[in-house]
Nanobody, 126 residues
């Protein structure tokens, strides 16, 4: 069984930056689109960004476009989320996920992903 482990979360002031990592093990994650989602207290899990298996195509939620950058290094089985110009409304638990179908396109739907990490907390103070 594959496993995803997020890291890099923490407490940062508004306007600051963080870089999240998602390390994959135990499966062929390089064949699959990957994504970042987030969930704030009392809210549903929401899409943040996604990247194709090759890294050639990405998609972002409007709320993070221009501030966040998703990338992956398949040789290291690792995906990243560079978060700049952070805002208090970015505060949430951030999850990485692997899409169900290999070599498919990007997708924003939670139900399209079958492997999830345990999440990492990001807190942005005002």
């Amino acid at each position: 069984q594959g496993q995803l482990v997020e890291s890099g979360g923490g407490l940062v002031q508004a306007g600051g930056s963080l870089r999240l990592s998602c390390a994959a093990s135990g499966g062929t994650f390089s064949w699959y689109p990957m994504a970042w989602f987030r969930q704030a207290p009392g809210k549903e899990r929401e899409f943040v960004a996604t990247i194709t298996w090759s890294g050639g195509s990405t998609d972002y939620a409007d709320s993070v476009k221009g501030r966040f950058t998703i990338s992956r290094d398949n040789a290291k089985n690792t995906m990243y989320l560079q978060m700049n110009s952070l805002k208090p409304e970015d505060t949430a638990v951030y999850y990485c996920a692997r899409k169900t179908r290999a070599f498919s396109g990007t997708d924003r739907g939670v139900s399209e992903y079958d492997y999830w990490g345990q999440g990492t907390q990001v807190t942005v103070s005002s």
